[in-house]
Nanobody, 128 residues
């Protein structure tokens, strides 16, 4: 059974930073494309970023490009999302998701493309 867990959220002031982590039990994250999505209240789930199996290819949504960085550490079986220059608009529940077949890119970064497993989500709140 594939289980992902996202953690590292919290309350941060505008302009601050957080690092989210996505870990897995039951499989190696290195076997799949891993993505981060977020969902704010009353909004649709939005693709934030993805990274391919090797870590060579990454993609960022327009709203976070230049501020967020996704990376993977095979030694710890963890995918990270470094979030800098946070704004109140980044407030949302953040989820990590996996899929063995989805290509990391603009077309692939959609919720229905990630069928391998989803984490439970971690709340990020940006507020002064």
């Amino acid at each position: 059974d594939v289980q992902l867990q996202a953690y590292g959220g919290g309350l941060v002031q505008p302009g601050g930073f957080l690092r989210l982590s996505c870990t897995a039990s039951g499989f190696s994250l290195g076997s799949s494309t891993i993505a981060w999505f977020r969902q704010a209240p009353e909004k649709e789930r939005e693709g934030v970023s993805c990274i391919d199996r090797t870590g060579d290819r990454t993609f960022y949504g327009d709203s976070v490009r230049g501020r967020f960085t996704i990376s993977r550490d095979s030694a710890t079986n963890t995918v990270y999302l470094q979030m800098n220059s946070l704004t109140p608009e980044d407030t949302a529940v953040y989820y990590c998701a996996s899929d063995q077949f989805t290509l990391c890119g603009r077309a692939g970064l959609v919720p229905y493309g990630f069928l391998g497993g989803w984490g439970q989500g971690t709340q990020v709140t940006v507020s002064s």
